[in-house]
């Protein structure tokens, strides 16, 4: 199975701050990586597909890039409503999820 | 509008036998490509891939948990059925299902999940 490995498992950024959250896989993905955004008590909603493609909706401060192993999620501009959990999912094999990433308010 | 909605026991006892269903609408499970997926995440833990089924009755598992999931399909109800045996405490989560619009693309549309805790 591929393993997904996301960092960090948390961190701390005020509103207005860059986020990058990294998702590295165990082997070569080609682009089917996914990003998706976890509130709590809420089922989580897709952002970012094929490492790079914003969902419908997204907003466009939700970035994506990378290819083969390494991958990067970016919110250029944190808004209040971002504070969430955020997953990678790469879909090449068995799907496989990485661990999280909660991003908190400082 | 597609929609997807777990339902299931909230609660089961060990060694006992767990049946979701997953009732979906806005698409049809007979379409060629068509997936749904059962997902689950233990409280304050990730989530993890369970099982898939394709709109051809091809069925997918996790690795480790293949030898007590069954995945099946009622097209007709639009349905998708998952059973899994021998629940322990360590399987108390809460289950989703997802759909898929062909295999390698990502889960576009989640159910609400359902919570499912195995206590005696």
């Known amino acids: 199975d591929i393993q997904m490995t996301q960092s960090p498992s948390s961190l701390s950024a005020s509103t207005g701050d860059r986020v990058t959250i990294t998702c590295r896989a165990s082997?070569?993905?080609?682009?089917?990586l996914n990003w998706y955004q976890q509130k709590p008590g809420k089922a989580p909603e897709l952002l970012i597909y094929?490492?790079?493609t914003l969902q419908s909706g997204v907003p466009s401060r939700f970035s994506g890039s990378g290819s083969g192993t390494d991958f990067t999620l970016t919110i250029s501009s944190l808004q209040p409503e971002d504070f969430a959990t955020y997953y990678c999912e790469q879909s090449y094999g068995t799907p496989g999820f990485g661990q999280g990433t909660k991003v908190e308010i400082k | 509008q597609v929609t997807l909605r777990e339902s299931g026991p909230a609660l089961v006892k060990p060694t006992q036998t767990l049946t979701l269903t997953c009732t979906f609408s806005g698409f049809s499970l007979s379409t060629t490509g068509m997936c749904v997926s059962w997902i689950r995440q233990p409280p304050g833990k990730a989530l993890e891939w369970l099982a898939r089924i394709d709109w051809d009755d091809d069925k997918y598992y996790n690795t480790s948990l293949k030898t007590r999931l069954t995945i099946s399909k009622d097209t007709s109800k639009n349905q998708v059925v998952l059973i899994m045996t021998n629940m322990d405490p360590v399987d108390t989560a809460t289950y989703y299902c997802?759909?898929?619009?062909?295999?390698?693309?990502?889960?576009?549309?989640w159910g609400q999940g359902t919570l499912v805790t195995v206590s005696s």
């Open positions: 997802a759909r898929m619009t062909t295999v390698k693309r990502p889960f576009d549309y």
């Open positions: 082997q070569s993905i080609s682009n089917y």
């Open positions: 094929g490492a790079s």
